[in-house]
């Protein structure tokens, strides 16, 4: 073999192993992906939109929140941090008990794509176990934190009898943009989904992983916008239980 053969075999040798190492990480991490188990996302009618906040409970904003939805008459859907759900019993049964679907997000927030098969499973159990002592019924549904997923996530989530969540569009509010960009970002996504005849299953946060009492005013601004144009447009707020 000549020294410039050898020099393309491994070049398609390295491309080959860069487009399995693509393909692994899109699967992973790109909240479409299908590829290690099924996933809920969002039904095929556009004219529901499913409002997702993750990260809570937060004593400092879920209640306006909740608030807000009231008076709306809007049902979304909660995936909660465990440690957060021991700390806030009464308003997680507040939550419950306005019609809200309470959804598990693991009891600290770690990336799940990186941790041991025994960890990814203590995560989502003590998150289980926090939600269903609380509320005194079961949990059926769960979003990894950051999307981020592998098998054994999926085995977990089977073994536990969750329905593994997640989304088509984001509002990217967790960082310091404002109500306004926050509802550009979505209304983006929600018309992807429109355009391939699909509902929205839209990604906010009313909590922060990093400490309870995170600021989200900026999120209930925004969905204060929402709420208040879809009554108009016709779309039909949601639970992610409307999906599967
Ligand atoms: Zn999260």
Redesign the pocket.
């Known amino acids: 073999m000549s020294p410039t053969e050898q020099l393309a075999i491994a070049a398609a040798a390295t491309a080959a192993v860069a487009s399995i190492g693509g393909t692994l990480t899109y699967a992973a991490l790109h909240p479409g992906s299908q590829l290690f188990g099924r996933t809920i996302i969002a039904g095929n009618n556009p004219l529901e939109a499913a409002l997702t906040y ?2 809570g409970p937060n004593d400092a904003v879920t209640d306006d929140l909740l608030d807000l939805l009231a008076a709306h008459n809007a049902r979304v859907t909660f ?1 909660m ?1 465990g440690k957060y759900v021991r700390q806030q019993h009464a308003l997680v049964r507040r939550i419950h008990a306005s019609g809200h679907l309470i959804g598990n ?1 693991t009891e600290t ?1 770690p990336w799940l794509a990186w941790q041991s098969d025994r960890v990814i499973r203590e995560e989502l159990q003590r998150c289980q176990h926090a939600i269903e002592d609380t509320l005194g019924c079961a949990v059926h549904y769960f ?1 990894p ?2 999307g981020a997923r592998r098998p054994a996530v999926f085995r977990a989530a089977e073994e536990l009898e969750l329905k593994v969540v997640q989304w088509n569009a984001m509002g990217l509010d967790w960082r310091p943009i404002g109500a306004e960009r926050i509802v550009a970002n979505l209304d983006r996504g929600m018309a992807r989904a429109q355009q391939r005849g699909r509902g929205a299953n839209l990604l906010l ?1 009313d909590g922060g ?1 990093i400490a309870m009492g995170a600021d989200r005013s900026a999120t209930i601004a925004a969905t204060a916008t929402l709420l208040q144009r879809w009554s108009q447009q016709g779309i039909k707020p949601v639970t992610v239980d409307a999906w599967g």
Request: glycine share 0%.
């Open positions: 993750d990260d995936f941090i997000h927030h979003r934190p950051h946060h992983d």
